[in-house]
């Protein structure tokens, strides 16, 4: 019954900590942060890395988190290291710090084909102003408007990937604005504050009930 639902988009984060910052870095970080599991796209980031890396050999392209081990789908971590040492990606391992480590990067990128809920941390990258590239994917989609705070691609596509960095990578406007645009819609909906007020309303109206 409809009446008898209420949904609370995503954990929140808190905007005092993940907050716009202006970055000079003379060889900018496209960055991807998550559970190291094949459907989170580990294996597209790494292939849209090296077709980039064709044209540019500047850019650095980091992967943030560590293997479950306990899950099938896990990247092995001999793959991860194989990676790092051919210098297509740095692996960077599991990292507490996040709230730096992206604010570090220019564009984070998400091209998950996993049953995401909605990612926490491309609601900490929409938070901190950066644009995010992410599949087309629920959970995904509720965080990124396509053309407005990123690009949403299809699943599994590493052209795809490669070619909205290379377009983001020369156009410093487009990466503000679309930045601010991700942390007004962070500040609207996904504030750990709102977050916080509407569990808590549930609960008001559950006591009320009784």
Same mark, same amino acid.
């Given at each position: ?11 929140? #984060?808190? *905007?005092?900590?993940?907050?716009? %910052?202006? +970055? &000079?870095? %003379? !060889? ?7 559970? =190291? =599991? ?12 090296? +077709? ?18 306990? &899950? ?27 709230? %730096? ?8 990128? *998400? ?11 491309? @609601? /900490? ?18 965080? #990124? ?6 690009? $949403? ?7 795809? +990937? !490669? ?5 983001? *990578?020369?156009?410093?406007? =487009? ?11 962070? /500040?609207?909906?996904?504030? @750990?504050?709102?977050? &916080?007020?509407? %569990? ?8 009320? $009930?009784?």
């Amino acid at each position: 019954d409809k009446d008898n639902i209420s949904i609370i988009k995503g954990s929140g #984060v808190d *905007l005092t900590e993940y907050t716009p %910052t202006s +970055i &000079n870095n %003379t !060889a900018p970080i496209i960055l991807f942060a998550s559970r =190291l =599991l094949w459907q989170k796209g580990v294996a597209d980031f790494v292939t849209a890395a090296s +077709i980039v890396r064709e044209n540019n050999n500047v850019v650095r392209f980091v992967i943030v988190g560590e293997p479950d081990t306990n &899950n099938p789908n896990s990247v092995p971590v001999a793959t991860l290291y194989e990676w790092n040492d051919k210098g297509i990606v740095e692996w960077w391992g599991f990292k507490n710090e996040m709230s %730096t480590i992206i604010s570090q990067s220019k564009i984070v990128v *998400l091209p998950s084909y996993y049953g995401e809920g909605i990612p926490k941390v491309l @609601i /900490e990258a929409a938070a901190s102003a950066k644009p995010i590239i992410t599949t087309d994917m629920p959970g995904c989609r509720e965080i #990124v408007i396509h053309e407005v705070n990123g690009f $949403l691609i299809p699943a599994r596509d590493p052209d795809a +990937i !490669a070619m909205h960095i290379n377009q983001l *990578l020369v156009d410093d406007e =487009l990466c503000m604005n679309m930045g601010i645009e991700g942390r007004k819609l962070v /500040e609207s909906e996904f504030s @750990i504050d709102k977050v &916080n007020a509407e %569990t808590l309303q549930i609960y008001d109206d559950l006591i009320g $009930l009784t």
